[in-house]
């Protein structure tokens, strides 16, 4: 009898050898044994205290729940399985679990804890504390873990080092760095505790920070944990060197920026172009009291914009925002407000390889021609443009639009079936002093059409409480994205996640046509299926008018005290605070 195996089984028979890392594609760049990541300063003084701010108050001390406001810096006692590369698209590798193996099929996930894991007050991290972390966080946490755990089929814990999860859907390529992103919770201290309510008892936690001392909507102040067991692994090595760090609270923007003018605190990251420019002259940064300085990062630039809910009929029908888009004058506002600081948002990734081009490929043509019959017009065969039309061209060419949609004037007044068009754009309250002043002259443009815009400004929890029940006709947002898009987009964009509160489908966009691309970026094989997918997707969102896009900087805008050093390289996501010291 011929004992040879066939060579796929022989194949088959081969023991699967346990990873230190994992790649969304290929395999991760750097070897086992690597000593530290190429963007730190493995040498960098570990002391000082950096003085920071946040731009809002906060509540609760569990920034994994839906209630409440988390502090600023709170994921900094917080550690997950494996640890990302800011230098590759989307590569991981291992913290508290020191290896993974995925099985051939993709049907299994097994992470091997590392043996010195341990939460701040001593005791070991478990398998048992990862199933109870991935259970919670599923069940209680925020809407996005629902979604990122979906394909999850079951759990099991094969001792107290190894555990395996078993996927559903063995396509979804990045599930397996989803998991290895989880955050590891201490079944001890929360088992019976309600993880849903807010709390400002001090966690057990993992990460390389300690609370120090906080008050509630004023500050918080975090101490690096001498006793942090990963302190020197090679994934930390040149990261976390402030010995404290300090937030405090600030809810104006303008007093944020005079607090650090003022010595209060070491960093300013400038959103706002007219403080930009305002900023580049102060006298501090003439006699090197303050740097400035501009950080290129060549991540996709995600979408901003005023948003549509298009759960409120007034913005069903696409004209009306087709029309409500052409009237925003982005060359008036870059001009007059901005100093041409910025670019106009035209791709839910812009800045990078996943912005969709003009007209699709035959690749990309073979995601969407089967729904070619529920895609807006004009999706397979025209180019989406923003035309930045003279103002009373613009306005012609909406009002048409709105009168295709059975709009029409009577008194000055835009009305339909003796209803006027009247909507409310809400605002949280300390962002009002910036916003205000792009969004009154397009609420100024809209008003020659008779459409009656209102501003409503609520405090910050009011105004999540809102979002988190969209409750709203008209937002500010910002969905963020990355070179490696995957689950998040269905939190963003899927028709389950329209009716989940909580979630971060804002514009309220049910589609099947959305959800089944989704998949695709999803389960994508390659990097260069992935890039279709992702253009496809961005056309279809785009051809959907969800909102009226905004603008973008390819660049960081930051100020700092000379105290504050980075290290020489910028990784391919941008700079990372964390990999900074102060001397």
């Known amino acids: 009898m011929n004992k040879i195996l066939p060579f796929f089984l022989l194949l088959w028979s081969l023991p699967v050898l346990a990873a230190h890392g994992l790649a969304l594609h290929g395999k991760p760049a750097l070897p086992p044994n690597f000593q530290n990541f190429d963007y730190v300063n493995p040498d960098a ?99 996005i873990y629902r979604t990122y755990y979906q394909d999850v089929e079951n759990v099991k814990i094969l001792d107290d080092r190894r555990i395996q999860f078993s996927l559903k859907n063995t396509q979804n390529q990045e599930l397996p760095l989803i998991l290895g992103q989880m955050p590891i919770l201490s079944k001890t ?15 057990v936690s993992s990460g390389p920070y300690l609370i120090k001392n906080f008050q509630p909507n004023h500050s918080i102040t975090y101490t690096r944990n001498p006793d942090y067991w990963a302190k020197d692994l090679n994934v930390n090595v040149g990261f976390y060197n402030f010995k404290e760090i300090k937030y405090d609270c600030y809810l104006d923007s303008t007093v944020m920026v005079e607090a650090f003018r003022s010595g209060l605190t070491d960093f300013h990251t400038e959103n706002v172009a007219k403080r930009w420019h305002a900023e580049q002259s102060w006298p501090e940064i003439a006699q090197g009291k303050l740097i400035t300085s501009e950080i290129p990062h060549h991540l996709p630039s995600g979408m901003q914009g005023f948003v549509f809910n298009l759960r409120n009929p007034l913005f069903q029908d696409i004209r009306v925002r087709q029309a409500l888009t052409k009237v925003l004058d982005f060359d008036w ?38 729904y070619k019959n529920i895609l807006p017009a004009g999706t397979l065969d025209k180019p989406f443009v ?33 209803k006027p068009f009247r909507f409310t754009l809400l605002m949280d309250a300390p962002s009002v002093p910036v916003w205000e002043r792009i969004a009154l002259p397009f609420i100024a443009q809209l008003r020659r059409l008779g459409i009656q815009v209102e501003i ?67 389960t994508a094989q390659t990097q260069q299926e992935l890039t279709t997918a992702a253009h496809a997707l961005d056309r279809i969102l785009l051809h959907h008018y969800l909102v009226i896009p905004h603008w973008y900087s390819p660049n960081t805008r930051l100020l700092h005290v000379p105290a504050l050093h980075a290290p020489e390289k910028i990784p391919l996501h941008g700079m990372d605070l964390m990999t900074w010291w102060k001397k």
Not at 85 to 110: K, M
């Open 45 to 143: 003084p570990k002391d000082g205290e950096l003085k920071a701010a946040m731009p809002h108050g906060f509540d609760t001390l569990n920034p994994f729940s839906i209630n409440g406001i988390a502090p600023a810096g709170i994921q900094l006692t917080h550690d997950s399985l494996m640890k990302s590369n800011a230098n590759e698209p989307f590569s991981q590798y291992g913290l508290i679990a020191q290896d993974v193996i995925v099985s051939p099929n993709r049907r299994h996930i097994t992470f091997t804890l590392n043996p010195k894991a341990s939460f701040n007050d001593g005791s070991p991290i478990t398998t048992q504390d990862v199933l109870f972390s991935f259970n919670t966080l599923r069940e209680k946490g925020l809407p």
């Open 333 to 370: 506002i870059n001009k007059n407000l901005f100093f041409n600081l910025y670019k106009r948002t035209t791709s839910y990734f812009d800045n990078s390889d996943l912005k969709a081009p003009p007209l699709p490929d035959k690749q990309e043509l073979k995601l969407l021609t089967p």
């Open 386 to 418: 923003l035309e930045n039309l003279p103002p009373r061209q613009a306005l012609t060419e909406a009002l048409e639009l709105l009168n295709q949609a059975g709009w029409s004037v009577k008194d000055n007044v835009l009305q339909k079936d003796g």
């Open 189 to 203: 201290y929360w088992e019976n505790k309600d993880f849903s309510k807010t709390t400002l008892d001090v966690p």
């Open 456 to 522: 409503q400004a609520l405090d910050l929890l009011q105004y999540k409480q809102r979002l988190d029940n969209f409750d709203y006709d008209m937002i500010v947002f910002v969905w963020g994205n990355s070179l490696s898009p995957g689950n998040e987009q269905s939190d963003y964009w899927g028709t389950s996640a329209a009716t989940t509160p909580g979630s971060s489908n804002l514009s309220g966009i049910q589609s099947p046509a959305i959800d089944a691309i989704i998949e695709k970026v999803k």
